[in-house]
């Protein structure tokens, strides 16, 4: 019998976001250990240090960077300062799992994908509409089996609850959180090339505008862009527009249509439908079917650590998640700009 391997050893700098947890939990659910983190603000760092009291606090990055046992940092920071820190990240020697956007701005991508190359450390996206929707995985696999033929397109809802009065300043500054489509709008942009399979595509049109909020110029709270691809193309739409009455923060969606059938999934609910979220509808030639998805396994995390300690891409390949963030940026950079947003340009 072979000998479990050994713990992966992992830390945290930055919690400006509570994705943070989610990726803390899916690397401690699949053989990871938490050595230590850092966090600039005193009130983040006591938050975090409650929620992992095993944890190091350390008061300086550098004690993370410097320790050669620890093979993986993971970041939430603010999004404008996530490339520098994965760049210094790797230049140490270590791998880097962060939340998306994974960076701001297409010259940030260049560095990124430049010292990649040189060190030949993970650079990952932590993209939770999909690594952490168990609909999301299942659909996956009924598309990879057939079940809808060959997809050639797909149309991605990303609907969000505001909740301006809990957020951050950076949260009002373009230049810190990119952009909504460089946010948001990179989950959609994941889920059509995975789902498709394409390995390159153009953004067709994109547009963003602050049609709700004049009294924040630098806050885009509506975005939409199309994909055009050799096989397939991709439609996405994101929002701050939730309303207060919808039971989660986002009514997200995905379509996937397919040559022989097509793929629904309600990731957080199902609106005057089954209660929950986790829902997934197929239709194709043969049947017309709910599938609950609540208890099904998420792979991420294993397949995540495996690629960490065997050097392998099963998770998601490098090329994938740069270009996904690639088209993402490349759709903030050209798009019309509407509504409030003319006076901030």
């Given at each position: 019998?072979a000998a ?58 550098r ?43 297409l010259?940030q ?6 010292v990649?190359a ?12 999909r ?34 009065a ?26 059509f ?9 153009e ?21 939409e ?98 270009l ?22």
């Open positions: 019998m479990p391997a050994p713990p992966l050893r992992f830390a945290v700098i930055g919690v400006d976001h509570p994705h943070v947890f989610g990726q803390v939990a899916a690397l401690l659910a699949n053989g990871g250990e938490l050595v230590a983190f850092h966090v600039a603000a005193p009130g983040q760092a006591d938050g975090f240090a409650r929620f992992y009291p095993n944890a190091k606090r350390a008061h300086d990055e004690e993370i960077l410097e320790d050669s046992s620890i093979q993986l940092v993971t970041s939430a920071s603010i999004p404008s300062e996530r490339a520098p820190l994965g760049v210094r990240v790797m230049r140490h020697g270590k791998d880097f799992l962060v939340d998306k956007p994974g960076m701001t701005s010259a991508l260049e560095e990124v994908r430049r990649q040189e060190t030949r450390r993970m650079y990952s996206v932590f993209f939770s509409e690594f952490e929707s168990r609909a999301t995985t299942r659909a996956a696999a009924l598309a990879a089996a057939g079940a809808i033929g060959r997809a050639v397109q797909t149309i991605g809802l990303g609907p969000h609850r505001a909740n301006l809990q957020r951050p300043p950076w949260f009002f500054q373009r230049a810190r959180y990119g952009g909504i489509l460089c946010d948001i709008a990179s989950h959609q942009v994941d889920q090339l995975h789902f498709t399979g394409a390995t390159d595509a953004v067709v049109a994109a547009t963003v505008a602050n049609w709700a909020h004049p009294e924040h110029p630098e806050l885009e709270d509506f975005g862009l199309h994909l055009r691809g050799e096989r397939a193309t991709g439609t996405v739409r994101v929002d701050w527009y939730t309303p207060d009455a919808l039971p989660t923060w986002g009514d997200g969606r995905l379509f996937v249509l397919g040559t022989e059938g097509y793929v629904e999934v309600r990731k957080y609910c199902d609106v005057a439908g089954a209660p929950g979220g986790e829902h997934l509808f197929l239709v194709n030639r043969g049947e017309v079917r709910r599938f609950d998805c609540r208890h099904d396994p998420l792979p991420f995390g294993a397949a995540f650590a495996a690629d960490v300690r065997e050097r392998t891409e099963t998770s998601m390949t490098q090329a994938h998640c740069f996904a963030c690639e088209l993402t940026l490349r759709a903030q950079a050209s798009a019309v700009r509407l509504g409030h947003l003319e006076a901030a340009s």
